[in-house]
């Protein structure tokens, strides 16, 4: 069923900026990340708790994959607009359609490069053809969809009297949504404002459509040119969770929500962003895309509200503001543990622990998720809501792509003058597989072991251990890349132990391999 004009997202108030999430789109486009139909879904829904405006779902005609991730969210996902990415091409923008047009809000965003050097070395298009495919696509995409957006890929590096009349083309065929790309992260902020300012000048009708800015982080200025933008009268900005990316990422949405509060005063800019959501939305993406979160990194860093030096933790414990800008509570930390479960506690404690953290499992997960729990609780005298938090999200992770191996045992031997030696059981289908490996540590025969218990010729890749907790008993949380048959998966496992741990994202990674849910995708993007 097409949807009117009138249901286009088109006139924010004046101090209102729309947050278009591009974590499942472009996020996942980052080396490594291949999220399953069941993640993206998990994903999408704490993204639409999170309270963001547009969820940009993925890229329909890029693969099979891509297209039932779509097609899920926009049926299951509600009170976000869900939206879709697409080129100019008219399969594209029908594929596109086809994957959202279930969705309570649809939205189609199409795109083509306008650069010199795009439109020589990568379409071997003239600027004229160009032009013609922009205006053809936003006409064909009106006709499925009110609400339709329009990017000009690599926009900071076209003359900018092209850009014009691209943007003016795009508004005149019913783009509600123009979108000003700095697709190579080339702009400096002055820069990237001298363009918006000139292209919302010259382009007929501007006044009628919403101003949009997608970063990316190449010379660490994705932020710095989006705020810019907003204060110059862009009014939706396109951000990634964690600032994943392609290269060097996207505009972070947590830095982004949380410039725009803290310096609400002066800016004068709201989102509807529940900010209370950052840290779980935060903690989900990297633990289901593998992708963990630098200590350093901004708002949502392990060391984003820590204080090791003496005239900081001072002046913090005289007034916490003296040092922080930010309330912790404001994204969702707590400031300490609050949920101590140990050995003893039972499954209805463990239940609710998890349901005050928002993790409600079906039953199957629930039971491998507790069996897990007690396991580490014979290690560690006590678990926290940070460990829970880690061990249920693995879980998840872990039973969305249908439990093809279960991790059962491992044991591991070595020392200095001892070759490594691992033996791992796993099963699947009621059946037990057992194998033993050597490698060149430990955690490399136990990722052998792992492989050979499989069958598959897996190779372990890129490997990264932190601890959920301090402490020498703190949880680890273990994110690996793997390679299968020139594919590449991530995945992570927690576990006491980060030998286990690794072996646990190592299957993981199997898993997803194996169970046909990590998908090769293209990855055209604006």
Not at 112 to 119: A, G, L
Not at 370 to 388: C, V
């Amino acid at each position: 069923m097409k949807t009117s004009p009138d249901d286009a997202v088109v006139n924010p108030s004046a101090d209102h900026v729309v947050v278009l999430d591009t974590t499942l789109r472009d996020g996942e486009q980052s080396p490594g990340i291949a999220l399953s139909v069941n993640e993206k879904v998990e994903i999408a829904e704490q993204l639409a708790r999170l309270g963001v405006d547009v969820i940009e779902a993925g890229f329909p005609a890029a693969s099979q994959g891509d297209f039932d991730g779509v097609e899920a969210i926009a049926g299951t996902v509600h009170g976000s607009v869900v939206a879709a990415l697409c080129r100019t091409k008219p399969a594209d923008v029908e594929r596109a359609w086809d994957a959202i047009k279930h969705a309570d809000h649809p939205r189609l965003h199409t795109f083509i490069s306008t650069s010199p050097i795009h439109r020589e070395k990568k379409l071997r298009m003239t600027a004229d053809q160009v032009l013609a495919e922009t205006v053809r696509a936003v006409a064909q995409a009106k006709t499925y969809c009110g609400d339709v957006e329009f990017s000009a890929e690599d926009a900071t590096r076209t003359e900018l009297d092209f850009l014009v009349d691209v943007f003016a083309a795009a508004v005149e065929n019913g783009a509600t949504t123009i979108n000003v790309p700095d697709t190579v992260g080339f702009a400096m902020p002055q820069e990237y404002v001298a363009i918006l300012d000139a292209v919302r000048a010259r382009v007929p009708r501007a006044e009628e459509v919403v101003w949009s800015v997608h970063c990316h982080n190449d010379l660490g200025l994705a932020t710095a040119n989006s705020l810019a933008a907003l204060r110059a009268g862009a009014r939706q900005v396109e951000v990634c969770v964690n600032g994943i990316g392609e290269r060097a990422g996207n505009t972070a949405l947590e830095e982004i929500v949380m410039a725009l509060r803290t310096h609400h005063p002066t800016l004068g800019l709201t989102t509807q962003v529940d900010t209370r959501e950052i840290a779980r939305t935060s903690r989900l993406v990297s633990m289901l895309s593998g992708y963990a979160v630098q200590p350093n990194k901004a708002v949502i860093g392990a060391n984003a509200f820590s204080h090791e030096s003496g005239i900081h933790q001072h002046g913090v414990l005289m007034e916490r503001t003296t040092y922080e800008i930010m309330n912790p509570e404001d994204i969702g930390l707590t400031g300490g543990s609050t949920i101590v479960l140990g050995k003893h506690s039972g499954r209805h404690a463990f239940v609710d622990a998890l349901a005050q953290l928002g993790f409600v499992l079906p039953a199957e997960s629930l039971d491998r998720a507790f069996a897990h729990f007690k396991e580490m609780a014979d290690r560690k005298i006590t678990l926290t809501d940070s460990d829970l938090v880690a061990l249920a999200t693995e879980e998840d992770t872990s039973g969305a792509v249908g439990g093809v191996w279960s991790f059962n045992s491992i044991a591991v031997s070595g020392g200095t003058d001892t070759a490594p030696q691992a033996s791992v059981r796993i099963s699947r289908d009621g059946e037990t597989a057992e194998a033993d490996a050597s490698g060149d540590g430990m955690i490399d025969a136990a990722c052998n072991a792992v492989a050979k218990a499989t069958g598959v010729d897996a190779v372990l890749v890129a490997f990264q251990v932190a601890a959920v907790t301090p402490g020498s008993d703190a949880v680890g949380d273990v994110s690996v890349q793997v390679e299968v048959a020139g594919q590449t998966v991530s995945a992570r496992g927690v576990s006491t132990d980060v030998v286990e741990a690794s072996a646990r994202a190592f299957l993981h990674a199997v898993n997803k391999v194996v169970s046909g849910t990590a998908l090769p995708r293209r990855t055209d993007k604006p």
